[in-house]
């Protein structure tokens, strides 16, 4: 047989031993040890016998072939390497077989590491080497800070095998995985590896491995980075099949023992009962001792106090009495011999029995029943509803005489697995409250389960909006400690979810929470006193107290009262029909009465006017009368005009993130916001989902918010977490900075521009202990053209988290699609001058520009002109004529002096040169025959015009110039004729 290099090397080694060992004694079988060899590739090893200590001896055995490689005992066996034949284990120890397990984490195991790093681009000086997984005795527990921690363990198998585990993995905060990477660095699948929550106990889970080399992967990562606490994950029962034979078995540890030979594993020691390592039997405590189940050791009883012992009340008997009993906590270590122990006080005392809850009846025999389906009952008797009403069912819890039969109570410990506790909570007649735990550290939960909700037939099938259920309850908390009171919804089988929580003691009060999805299974309360592991129970007297519990619309639920339907045309009998939508039903008559215009329907008030809500400004109601909504359109009045705004391009959901922020461990975390502005009914809502566990829950709203962290886990670019909603609702938009009780602040975001912002309100249903009115946002949209982005939303600087009080959120959204619609009163005219007969006339936007789409730019106009030249000359040839005509005016006026003053001349002369005395004249005119002489005295200086008058003049009877100057004699020379005449 052809044999590996590995074998030859082992042969020849032993050969120079024997050689160099000759002068030696000879070995004993108490000097050595047998081993086998590496398989060769035909799956055959050799056994060979090792010195214990180097050169004390010689005469080793020859090496002999081996078993085959494949070769294993069965659980209960082990490997006798001198005669290579399966045995059975002694009394008092174990064997596996091919498999290993590792039980026992009070240290960490041998093989398995452990370590912290940075989760991706966190700060590289932050340190995460104590982030690390961390034995706790029966279990070994993961981190609950931001650094992920891997817990790792390599091993070989010769044949396919198994590794199955226990853990308890109750918060979804926490990311949770395990696979395993084979020699070839190949990972399991990667939908396996996503581990699922825990209900309230440990979980199994097993996972196929392949022959060779495996690598095994337990790794967290926490991302509850707001502060709230975190429940580690817990690990334990880590075994493994396959791995190569044992030849030797293990000794039971302290607290367990195996009684027969043969054994693969150990029993645990009984409560009262101990032993010690490699035990077979199990032995009793001493008197005044007691110990655990499993104990290695029994401890001294403490003296019995008052929170030894608690009280409940027995079930209601035929007389309607019940028992006050005080009872032991189990199990029971204190002694109530030592001095100084209190007694259990005296049980039996009788009392009243306290009524039934509503929507029960008492019996014959004192016991509380539910009321068949169509009555109610105050807690005394059933009755029907009358005609025209409907029972209000639902579950309402007052009186503890009983725990309900939908209720159970448990105790997960941290530290010990198994208990005889019997119950967490008990019933006090008014209240139920948490018993003293087996440890402070304890979780003490009490779990209501719900088949489903419906909605009462009085309401619309079609009202999206009608409150599904409400759960509220009134509770207290007493402590000394810093305990802590938990709520959790159970979304599903695999995953509760905080809702709430409540640190130190608290005062009676009641709580409140809105249901929305039928897919809430579950509500669980639960109460710690102490995060601090002590053995010594300190805290014991610290309680928390729910004293009513009431859940509305729950499917099989019991009714306490009616409700009126409304009246409809035809009788139906008792078959209950919705008012129409838009209509409110008058309180106990059950007429219908319809709500005034734009206005919408309460969710939880569909009784009374009060149930008519008015829309907020600029909103209109949906047609089903449950919301109001805005269609992205508005108009503006302002001083300078009306300004009309189209959203629609903002309406799709939008998400971004804040800056990023970094943990105390410097994990690099963002806030992630989704936002749906507006839009008409039937639109698509803004979703936030929670993917660190299976559930993956979501929220739906206007807007959501969800904590997201860049990872690669899962193949995916981030997980989300602690999703909650910031509105569900729009109540007005506006751009007054105030409206109804949500204020957006123009300081958060002062202005840039003399446009008013326009701001959307929104509020949320969601109530929690912080914000007892529930959540709000202001989305401030501004005017920026320059932004081409459509999601350029920021924070305010003051509020790096969007909010300064938790409460109420803002954010300040720029875009071009923000500014109000242009219209002719944004753009001007350009006149352009005339160039070659064209005279051009352009439009151009006002700046700085405020408006984005609407009216468009006219375009460019061109018109034909006159040029500058063309009026140049004609002013020019204009101007010469006028200048012309001027000075021949001017010459003929001149001329025309100048005959005036020949003519005065000539008067002048013909008077005789007689000073002061003027001759007789017989006319004014000239004498006859002087304008002959004139024409021949100036025929050579007559200008053109006067040549033209000269023509066409005419001598008429009262013309100046047609009526010569006569003389005296040719006066007198008339007279004398006109008298001979006579």
Known sequence: MQRGPTHLSHLFLWLLFAQASADLPMCKESDYHFEYTECDVHGSRWRVAVPNKADTCTGLPDPIKGTQCTFSCNEGEFLDMQSQQCQKCAAGTYSLGTSVAFDEWDSMPSGFVTHGVNTNDGDADTDCSNSTWTPKGDFVASNTDECTATLSYAVSLKKPGTVSFEYFYPDSSIYFEF????????????????????????????????????VLYWRTTTYAL???????VLLRNIAISGVAYTSECFHCKPGTHSAKPGSARCTPCPAETYSNKGATVCHQCEQDTYAEAGSGSCKQRPACINSDYFYTHTPCDSEGKTQLMYKWIEPKICSETVEGAVKLPASGEKQTCPPCNPGFFVTNSSTCEPCL???????????????????????????????????????FHREFSDSNHITAWEVAGEYVYTTPGDLDTD??????????????????????????????????????????????????????????????????????????????????????????????????????????????NVIEGVASQCRRCALSSANSGSACVPCPPGHYMVSGTGVCKSCPSNTFIRADQPVGEAACVQCGPNTDRNKAYTACFSDCTLDVHTKGGLLHYDFSPLANVTGFHSSPRFSSKGLRYFHRFNLGLCGKEGRVPATCVDNVTASGREVKGYICQSTVVPSDIRSQSVVSSQSFLIGDSLIGVTTDTTLGSVSSPKWLSPPASGLPDVIFYYKS????????????????????????????????????????????????????????LCTKNHYREIVSACIQGIQRTTYVWQQPLQCYGGESLPAQKVNACVTLDFWLKFGVSTGTIAAVLLISISCYFWKKTRKL?????????SSGGKECELPTADSCAIMEGEDAEDDLMDLTKKSFFTKIKSFSRERTSDGFDSVPLKSSSSRQQREEEDSDEA
């Open 179 to 214: 696979y395993v990477q084979n020699d070839q660095c190949q990972s399991t699948d990667s939908d396996r590896r996503w581990m699922k929550i825990s209900e309230s106990n440990w979980s199994k889970f097993r996972v196929e491995l392949s022959s060779g080399s495996n």
């Open 226 to 232: 707001l502060g709230s606490a975190v429940k580690p």
């Open 373 to 411: 389906k169509g009555f109610y009952s105050n807690g005394t008797a059933c009755t029907k509803c009358p005609v025209g009403m409907e029972p209000v069912v639902g579950f309402e819890y007052k009186w503890w005489n009983t725990m309900p039969s939908n209720m159970k109570s448990s105790i």
């Open 443 to 552: 979780y003490m939960m009490l779990t209501l389960s719900v088949s489903g909700y419906r909605l009462p037939q009085s309401v619309a099938k079609d009202n999206e909006r009608s409150e599904l259920s409400r759960i509220t309850f009134v509770f207290e908390t007493i402590c000394t400690a810093d305990c802590k009171f938990y709520f959790l919804a159970g979304y599903t089988q695999w995953n509760n979810d905080v809702v709430e929580q409540w640190t130190g003691s608290n005062r009676k009060q009641s709580y409140s929470y809105l249901i929305q999805r039928n897919s809430t299974v579950s509500f669980t309360w639960t109460f710690q006193r102490t995060e601090e592991f002590d053995m010594e129970r300190k805290y014991s007297g610290d309680i928390a107290k729910i004293y009513s519990i009431h859940i509305t």
């Open 765 to 820: 249903s969601e109530a929690t202990q912080a914000c007892k009115q529930g959540r709000s946002a202001a989305i401030r949209l501004r005017c920026n053209p320059t932004v081409t982005a459509k999601d350029h939303i920021t924070l305010p600087s003051n509020c790096s988290e969007g909010t300064c009080d938790g409460c109420t959120f803002h954010f300040l959204w720029e875009s071009q699609h923000a500014c109000p």
């Open 901 to 909: 003053q020949y003519k005065y001349s000539k008067l002048m002369m």
